[in-house]
């Protein structure tokens, strides 16, 4: 299974776009990348997911470099709600297993 | 309406003792899992069940046997606890489509502390 790598903290001003990465430089064909957040021992709330396309819902945008070795989560307008820890993951295809690295922890500052 | 929820929210109990938690979904999905994560907030699946049946069992010690009674329901049984069971304890349930898990709903956790 593909590993996924993190920075641990990032922060940014409410209001403007947060810009999380992910690397996973060994992730196969068939391995899809997810974006979960959880705030403050929460249960993980998932944000989105893609496989080779950038993808957008209301939440956020995941756009995966053209080789697939890495993504980036752009939540576009950050809001002091958004301060979580943010799990960038992958799931080989049949496998039904999420493999969830150390997150990034976001801190937006009003 | 609660989607996925978990009791107890807090289990405090002594080493050796037996526990479960228990888990529900309301959502109709066909899958449930059970993730574990540790002091250090590293999430790790357990089991999954689909349609009751175990589809995946990540090397967890035979001390944990979950048991599904029906699709809706996955619970967690542990016997004779040690000092490092202790971890929040996430169940989850998703629709899987096209061989994929989908889309994982977590119920708020059960953390559990054995002294």
């Known amino acids: 299974d593909a590993k996924t790598t993190q920075p641990t903290s990032m922060d940014c001003a409410e209001g403007r776009a947060a810009n999380l990465p992910c690397n996973h430089s060994?992730?196969?064909?068939?391995?899809?990348v997810y974006w979960y957040r959880q705030i403050h021992s929460q249960g993980p709330q998932y944000i989105i997911h893609?496989?080779?396309n950038n993808e957008t819902n209301e939440m956020a945008s995941l756009i995966i470099t053209e080789d697939r070795k890495s993504s980036t989560l752009i939540l576009p307008h950050a809001t002091l709600r958004d301060t979580a820890v943010y799990y960038c993951?992958?799931?080989?295809?049949?496998?039904?297993?999420?493999?969830f690295g150390s997150g990034t922890r976001l801190l937006v500052r009003p | 309406d609660t989607a996925v929820s978990q009791t107890p929210k807090y289990l405090v109990t002594q080493m050796g003792n037996d526990k479960s938690i228990k888990c529900e979904q309301n959502?109709?999905?066909?899958?449930m899992y059970w993730y574990k994560q540790d002091s250090k907030k590293f999430l790790k699946i357990m089991f999954s069940?689909?349609?009751?049946?175990?589809?995946i069992n990540e090397t967890v010690p035979n001390r944990f046997s979950p048991k599904s009674p029906d699709k809706a329901h996955l619970n967690l049984h542990i016997n004779s606890l040690e000092l490092g069971d202790s971890a929040v304890y996430f169940c989850?349930?998703?629709?899987?489509?096209?061989?994929?898990?989908?889309?994982?709903?977590f119920g708020e956790g059960s953390r559990l502390t054995v002294l």
């Open positions: 989850a349930s998703s629709r899987p489509a096209g061989g994929r898990a989908g889309e994982l709903f």
């Open positions: 060994t992730i196969s064909g068939n391995e899809y």
């Open positions: 893609g496989l080779k």
């Open positions: 993951t992958v799931e080989r295809d049949s496998s039904y297993k999420l493999i």
């Open positions: 959502l109709g999905h066909d899958t």
């Open positions: 069940y689909n349609n009751k049946e175990l589809i």
